[in-house]
């Protein structure tokens, strides 16, 4: 068991280069799957997820090479469609491989997927979509059956503008005859980078990146190469961490552009934003002034940074209000905090978070992937030592954020 500790009350500064980003690899990596033959994946992060899906597709038979940042994936010897409940269940995305699996081989088998306890995280709306371009599908209570003799386009509808559900059912609309229009769709950078990698392979899309996006199906899919994009999240995590502690930085590799809700919302609290094509510098000093956010979809605030901009309105001069619109669960981070000195109130979807001058370091626990980095966020500008253990939560998301923020001038090492 590991624990990060941290000693608080270093500025950070300096240049980093931000990781490739999770949540646009794993699709990517499930998407591969659709083509039978090689695909080439450049700036995939080192972290867990990633690891746990390379073990996923090696149990289905395909051959991965991984070498350093590069990914080599032949999927020419995929043979199974099934993917049992431990594997499933060890992260959120092995639900991305439904729709590729059902595409290329007619059937998938899949446990339930697993991931970060931050609400209930149904998966009907991916359901939803298999069922409307065709296919047959069963639940029960070890997971999903669904299979189709041969999937064809449809409207599909989504209620709610989930993203892993654009992506399955975008996926499975490559490997359907005619056209699918998905309505009501996620607009997550995430999606735009696996329909370019989509693309790339050959299929015909438009509209990604817009609640619209039309699919024609069954083009001739080829061997292809795609760099993934930089981590919106794990750049927005660096940037508070400078406003927990203060300092001057530059982040590269990641486009303004993703992340223009929290940069506003930085910028309120007091930070000084510069934007350039795939940089972004932040300078901070002294406390942040309060603010009041509420998350939401893309290009809404996103809820995976709600809990590292708690850890820094924890100590802004002022009464903070957050609302979390996504999931239900994702204020855990609140009780950690709170040992480390912070007055936060949590009243079902809002927290009140009165200020503080500083933060006192503690023994604190990761509850989830980004609750845990804004642990890290909240030692750094605290008053001591603090010692974050469930480190593997963190794993599962960033790559190097120890070496990463000691880079920047932080105290912060990993103790095995
Ligand atoms: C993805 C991200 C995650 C991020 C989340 C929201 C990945 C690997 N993960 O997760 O980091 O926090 O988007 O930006 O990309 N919903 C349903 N039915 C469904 C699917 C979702 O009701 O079938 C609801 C969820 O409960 C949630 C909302 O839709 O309230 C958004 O979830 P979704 O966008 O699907 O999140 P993920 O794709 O799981």
Known sequence: MSVIQIEGGHPLNGELV????????????????????ITVIENVPRIQDVFCMLGILEHMGCICRLEGNCLTLDTRTLSSCELPSHWAGCMRSSI????????????????????CAIGQRPIDLHLKAFRALGAEVEEDKEG???????????????????VGATENAVMAAVAAEGTTVI???????????LCSFLTKMGAEITGAGTSKIMVRGRRRLHDARFFVCGDRIAAGTYLFSVM????????????P?????PLAVMEQMGAEIRREQRLIGISFSGRPKSVSVSTDFYPGFPTDLQSPLMA????ADGISRIEENIFEERFKTAGELRKMGADIIIEGKRAV??????LTGGNVKAEDLRGGAALVVAGLGAKGITSVSGCGHIDRGYENICEDLSRLGGVIRRIE
């Open 144 to 162: 999903v059956l669904a299979s189709a003799k041969r999937l064809s386009g449809a409207s599909v509808s989504f209620s709610c503008p989930s």
């Open 18 to 37: 931000i990781q490739g980003s999770k949540n646009a690899v794993l699709p990517v990596m499930a998407a591969a799957v659709l083509h039978n033959g």
């Open 312 to 315: 820094v309105a924890a100590r």
């Open 257 to 261: 552009d993703h992340l223009t809700e």
């Open 244 to 255: 927990a502690c203060g300092g001057r930085a530059v982040i590269q590799g990641v486009a």
């Open 96 to 115: 991305m491989l439904a729709g590729p699996l059902l595409g290329r081989l007619g059937q998938v088998k899949a446990g339930f997927p697993g991931g």
């Open 353 to 358: 978070v009165c200020g503080c001058v500083q």
């Open 183 to 193: 309505e009501g769709a996620a607009r997550e950078p995430e999606i735009v980078e």
